[in-house]
């Protein structure tokens, strides 16, 4: 069971690095967050049962702990980072201008709730209202006016960045 | 900057991220080096309590049984009478027997919470169990808290009066001849320091327990409330 599990999350690990991206601040909180969600996902592999997709299965798990993730209280969070090695920009595409978008989507995203932030995330990844709504467990007339909501509050924030 | 482009800058980290990939060893080592989620660190926590009052409770149990007939046997004149020695001892073993009842109880309780939330996937209803399993462990610290400052009213209130009998003997003092101004200061520095103490202690433990989870569930809260807009929208 458990090569099945490994082979599962090590093909399918973008989704847990885009939820670790959108929800941490700097390096370390992603390791914690990305080994936490891997632990859940095996506590819960027993309980799937190809019901639902697996790319479905790990988005619910990993938004799940990422939002009732207990960060312990640290200084001021380093936000440094925030650029370059936030999102592990690689060096054949990195620039300044791409620097600067980087930075204005992650300020921009980082404004958001939490649920928020998992429903950008998933609108990011062209999921569509319907597959939204069964990740969050949310009716679907809620992510049309959260998003909505969302759109408005993300252009304001970018033009103030801007 | 538009949405649009905010959209084509996260497509392109997305597939760059893509090409960074873990294999399954390094699953596996994380996997196997996992440390503990906040509820299973509760699930610890309640039971190092009981493992700490119970090793307590048989530290006290040894020394009632072995030191103290020793020590009665040295001093020659006992400061407490024998009543009210007897007395203090039937409290501090009801105290403690309460604190084992409150976290067998909480332990029963948390299980019955653990059992759900380790298997579900909506989550609202993740996020519930979660402030559940918080706040039953913030009540379990504050009945543990209020059975300890009752411990401590007991034996300081024991102690100022054995200490004020001994001082009125020594002094051959008679009580009746205390005026009613000597009384009410006596009355207002017993409450005053037990007063002082209670609310350090007090205040120790509610600063704990905020500095640890306060901010969490205070989040966890609010995410909650986000989630009930769900009925306002429809």
Not at chain 1, 136 to 142: A, C, D, E, H
Not at chain 2, 45 to 55: F, T
Not at chain 2, 136 to 161: D, E, H, P, Q, R
Not at chain 2, 212 to 224: E, P, R, S
Request: glycine share 4%; hydrophobic share 40%; proline share 1%.
């Amino acid at each position: 069971m458990k090569d099945v599990f490994l082979n599962i999350v090590t093909q399918n690990q973008g989704i847990i690095h885009k939820v670790c991206g959108i929800y941490c601040d700097t390096h370390e909180d992603r390791q914690d967050l990305f080994q936490e969600i891997v632990s859940q996902l095996w506590r819960s592999f027993p309980t799937f049962r190809n019901e639902s997709k697996v790319s479905t299965w790990m988005y619910q798990v990993s938004l799940n702990t990422a939002i009732t993730h207990f960060k312990k209280n640290k200084k001021r969070p380093d936000r440094s980072e925030i650029g370059k090695s936030i999102y592990l920009i690689p060096d054949e595409i990195y620039d300044d201008t791409f620097e600067d978008q980087v930075k204005v989507l992650h300020k921009a995203i980082a404004k958001l709730s939490r649920i928020e932030k998992s429903i950008v995330l998933l609108y990011l990844e062209d999921k569509k209202y319907e597959e939204i709504a069964e990740i969050i467990g949310i009716t679907q007339n809620y992510v049309r006016v959260k998003m909505n909501r969302i759109k408005g509050k993300l252009k304001k924030l970018m033009e103030e960045e801007a | 900057m538009e949405l649009e482009d905010l959209k084509k800058t996260w497509d392109k980290i997305s597939s760059e991220n893509e090409k960074r990939q873990l294999n399954q060893e390094d699953i596996d080592t994380l996997l196997k080096n996992r440390t503990l989620d906040i509820t299973e660190k509760i699930g610890r926590n309640i039971r190092i309590g009981l493992i700490i009052i119970l090793a307590w409770i048989g530290l006290w149990v040894a020394i009632e049984m072995r030191v103290t007939p020793k020590l009665e046997k040295i001093i020659s004149e006992p400061t407490l009478s024998g009543n009210l020695v007897n007395w203090m001892t039937a409290i501090e073993g009801f105290t403690y027997l309460l604190i084992i009842v409150a976290i067998i109880v909480f332990w029963v309780n948390y299980n019955r919470i653990e059992k759900q939330n380790s298997t579900q996937i909506n989550l609202k209803k993740k996020i519930t169990l979660h402030i559940r399993t918080l706040n039953l462990y913030k009540t379990m610290f504050y009945i543990i808290l209020i059975i300890i400052l009752l411990n401590i009213t007991v034996a300081f209130s024991t102690g100022f009066i054995s200490g004020f009998n001994s001082q009125t003997v020594a002094q051959q003092l008679n009580i009746s001849n205390i005026s009613f101004f000597k009384w009410l200061i006596i009355g207002m520095s017993f409450l005053l320091t037990l007063g002082i103490v209670i609310s350090i202690y007090y205040f120790l433990f509610h600063l704990f327990f905020n500095r640890l989870y306060g901010k969490y569930l205070k989040q966890l809260k609010n995410t909650l409330k986000e989630f009930d807009e769900v009925n306002s929208l429809q």
